[in-house]
C-alpha cells in the first residue's frame, strides 16, 4: 500500500501535477473512512489538477492576448444600452463568428461598451481555447511600420495570421497615415476569409477615407471588411457619463448617428458568389 502511494506520488511529480499530489493524502483519508468511491478518488484528482491548469492557461492566454484589463458578457449591462440586442451578442459569444472567419463590427459613440465588448467576445475565445489578439489601430500600425522599417514585415504579419481571432480597437479616432492605411491594408488582405476579427469604432463607414487619409485604400478595405460581415450599432449614452448625464450638452449625449455602410460595388469582376450577410441592427 505505501508502496503504492509513493509511486503514485512519484508519478504525479513527473507528469508536473502539482494539485492532485497536494490532494493526495486527503484523497486517501477519504477514501479509506469509505466517504468516496476509488473512481471518486481518481475524478478528485484528475478534476483538480485540470481545474488548475485550465486557469493557468486562460490567465496566461488573457495576458499575452492582451485582454487586460479583463471585461466579460457577464459584466455588461444590458439594460443600460437597449439599443443593442442581447441575444445577439450572446449568440456571437458562441464564436461561430470565429469557425467562419467573420468580421464583426461594433460602432457607436464614445463610452457604448464597444471596447468591453471585443474584449469580453475576445475573453469567451480564449477560454474556448482559441487564440487572440487585441489591439488599437493604432497600435497595430505602429507594429507593422516598425516591422517593415526593420525588414521583418513577412514574420509581423505571420505573428496577426497565427491568431483565429484578432480585435482592432479605436479605429477613428486618431487619424491614420496613407502609409500606416496601405499596411493595415496588407494585414486585412492576409486575413481575408481565413481569420475572424473584431473592429470597434465611433465612426461610420463612410468617414473611413478620411480616417485612413486615401479613399481608394478605405474603399478596398471596406470591401474586404464587409464581405461576410457582422455590424452591431449601438446607439446609446456614455456608460462613462452615466453619473454625470445632466452636466453633457444634448448635442453631444450620443445619438451620434452612424452612416450605415455603403452598399460596395465591385468594379471590374462580376459579383459571383459575393453574398453581403450584412445584419445591421
Ligand atoms: P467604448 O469602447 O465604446 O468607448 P468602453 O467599452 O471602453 O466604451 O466602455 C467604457 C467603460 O464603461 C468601460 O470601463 C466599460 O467596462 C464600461 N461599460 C460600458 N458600457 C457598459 C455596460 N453596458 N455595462 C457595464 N459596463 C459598461
Ligand atoms: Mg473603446
Redesign the pocket.
Known amino acids: 500500500m505505501t508502496q503504492i502511494l509513493d509511486r503514485i506520488r512519484a508519478s504525479l511529480i513527473g507528469l508536473r501535477m502539482p494539485k492532485a499530489l497536494e490532494s493526495l493524502d486527503h484523497m486517501m483519508r477519504c477514501l479509506e473512512r469509505g466517504e468516496i468511491s476509488a473512481l471518486e478518488a481518481i475524478d478528485g484528482l484528475l478534476a483538480q489538477e485540470h481545474g488548475n491548469r485550465e486557469g493557468r492557461r486562460v490567465t496566461m492566454g488573457m495576458k499575452t492576448s492582451r485582454l487586460v484589463?479583463i471585461?466579460t458578457i457577464e459584466?455588461?449591462?444590458?439594460?443600460?444600452?437597449p439599443s443593442?440586442d442581447r441575444e445577439r451578442i450572446l449568440a456571437l459569444a458562441q464564436l461561430d463568428f470565429i469557425e467562419r472567419a467573420e468580421v464583426v463590427h461594433?460602432l457607436?459613440?464614445?463610452?457604448?461598451?464597444?471596447?468591453?465588448?471585443?474584449?469580453a467576445l475576445g475573453v469567451e475565445a480564449v477560454r474556448a481555447g482559441k487564440r487572440v489578439y487585441r489591439a488599437t489601430l493604432a497600435e497595430v500600425v505602429d507594429m507593422l511600420s516598425r516591422a517593415e522599417r526593420d525588414g521583418r514585415l513577412p514574420e509581423r504579419l505571420r505573428f496577426f495570421a497565427r491568431n483565429s481571432l484578432l480585435i482592432v480597437?479605436?479605429i477613428g479616432y486618431l487619424p491614420i497615415t496613407p502609409g500606416g492605411a496601405n499596411l493595415f491594408f496588407q494585414l486585412v488582405n492576409q486575413r481575408y476569409e481565413k481569420g475572424a476579427m473584431i473592429l470597434?469604432s465611433?465612426r461610420g463607414f463612410a468617414e473611413w477615407g478620411e480616417v485612413f487619409g486615401d479613399p481608394v485604400v478605405a474603399t478596398a478595405l471596406l470591401d474586404r471588411l464587409l464581405h461576410h460581415a457582422v455590424v452591431v450599432q449601438?446607439e446609446g449614452a456614455?456608460?462613462?457619463l452615466r453619473a454625470h448625464a445632466d452636466l453633457i450638452p444634448e448635442h453631444t449625449r450620443s445619438h451620434a448617428s452612424i452612416t450605415p455602410p455603403p452598399l460596395q460595388k465591385r468594379r471590374g469582376r462580376p459579383p459571383k458568389h459575393r453574398s453581403f450577410d450584412l445584419q445591421i441592427g
Do not use: C, M
Request: charge should be neutral.
Open positions: 484589463p471585461k459584466g455588461f449591462d444590458f439594460s443600460f444600452q443593442l461594433l457607436g459613440p464614445p463610452g457604448t461598451g464597444k471596447s468591453h465588448l471585443a474584449t480597437d479605436e470597434t465611433n449601438i456614455s456608460y462613462r
